[in-house]
């Protein structure tokens, strides 16, 4: 069974009296490591991972997102994580926050504005590892993309850049309030990078899943991460799934400086995914991975990816699923409007039909509403 999805489903019994999330464990490794169970038993609905929060509604990792997609009925909310100069976790999509706070709009971090190399790219801006906690709690966040989503402008200058900690604290929270179990999914950014300016991801989140007693294999917290040293030095510390993102093409980072030339199209073999299980649960694989699309941007005939990951004892997740046309398979946009909104329902329901874990979604409701049986939502 999905380990996550198994949690989700039996834990709060024990939330209220205990640490933050108890359930029902999966079955463990021989490390104590969280294993899927994939091929034994699998569950009806797959689970809905609110991308960045309810980021289709608000701007995306603040808390009023979190919140919003957990009212909205999301399993799982999402928060993508960067480091503080004084070392403290923090949710934002990118360490480089002129695009999703108002930074530049105090002259006291002028100076603060650099070039760096990130992952091999050269990125201008403020970044997170040059601000202490206090002075980012003093900026506010901004919709990141206001040309595609101008309602959520309306909200900008309202919310903090939160800490990974109240992510947790939100979800425990809304756990108790709401008689059922909100996992939370956090994703490492960057962590070769983090690690080559010395202030690594992997220490600061071990601590605090231990220190808040989420450190075991019943824990509804999965840990993702693009880059694959990360997670196999985790899958050592930890007994909390794991997550490896995987995209169409290119490969990890850390494979980029390692000089490793396993690619991700390489990792999503069978060969691939056999290796990829002796250290992660779950397979996090953008769309196309799963249902390419041809040169009109339709869908195609969808690759073995689900079911050869199933076999090799994963489970499998796909993102991300958006509102606007731009984001859509042809075949599901309506009209020429980039920005307009197509026919995610129907984008949603095929992947489904694919047999799928879970999904990340920056419109978690809509995520919700198309796992139900058409005869339910017709009524």
Do not use: C
Not at 110 to 119: E, L, V
Not at 150 to 176: C, H, M, Q
Not at 299 to 318: E, Q
């Amino acid at each position: 069974m999905n380990p996550l999805r198994s949690i989700l489903i039996t834990a709060l019994t024990a939330a209220v009296a205990g640490p933050l999330f108890v359930s029902a464990a999966p079955a463990a490794s021989a490390d104590g490591h969280a294993t899927s169970n994939s091929a034994r038993h699998r569950p009806a609905d797959p689970i809905v991972i609110a991308h960045r929060g309810a980021s289709g509604y608000r701007p995306e990792h603040t808390l009023a997102a979190y919140a919003l997609a957990i009212r909205q009925g999301a399993d799982v909310i999402e928060p993508d994580l960067v480091i503080t100069q004084d070392k403290v976790l923090v949710a934002r999509h990118e360490n480089e926050i002129g695009g999703t706070t108002d930074v530049a709009q105090h002259p006291e971090f002028a100076d603060r504005r650099t070039t760096k190399t990130i992952d091999g790219r050269a990125v201008t801006g403020w970044f997170t590892e040059d601000l202490t906690l206090a002075e980012l709690k003093t900026l506010r966040a901004k919709e990141r993309l206001p040309l595609v989503r101008p309602g959520n402008t309306a909200y900008d200058g309202r919310f903090e850049v939160p800490t990974f900690e109240e992510v947790l604290d939100l979800a425990k929270r809304e756990s108790i309030r709401r008689g059922r179990v909100i996992g939370v999914a956090p994703e490492t950014k960057h962590p070769t990078y983090f690690q080559s300016i010395g202030k690594n991801l992997e220490d600061p989140l071990v601590r605090t899943l231990k220190r808040r007693g989420l450190d075991h294999r019943w824990s509804p917290v999965t840990v993702q991460s693009f880059e694959t040293a990360n997670l196999m030095t985790l899958a050592k510390r930890v007994r909390v799934p794991l997550a490896q993102n995987v995209n169409p093409s290119g490969r990890p980072y850390d494979h980029v400086v390692s000089g490793d030339p396993t690619t991700y199209v390489d990792m999503v073999t069978p060969a691939g995914l056999k290796a990829m299980a002796g250290y992660a649960d779950v397979l996090s694989a953008e769309k196309t991975v799963l249902i390419p699309r041809d040169a009109t941007g339709a869908l195609t005939t969808p690759t073995t990816v689900v079911r050869d990951a199933h076999r090799a004892g994963l489970d499998v997740y796909a993102w991300t699923f958006r509102a606007e046309n731009q984001f859509l398979p042809a075949d599901h946009r309506d009209g020429t409007d980039p920005n307009a909104h197509g026919d995610l329902d129907a984008e949603l329901r095929t992947f489904y039909r694919l047999g799928l874990d879970g999904v990340f979604s920056d419109f978690p409701d809509l995520a919700v509403a198309a796992r139900r049986p058409a005869s339910v939502k017709a009524g």
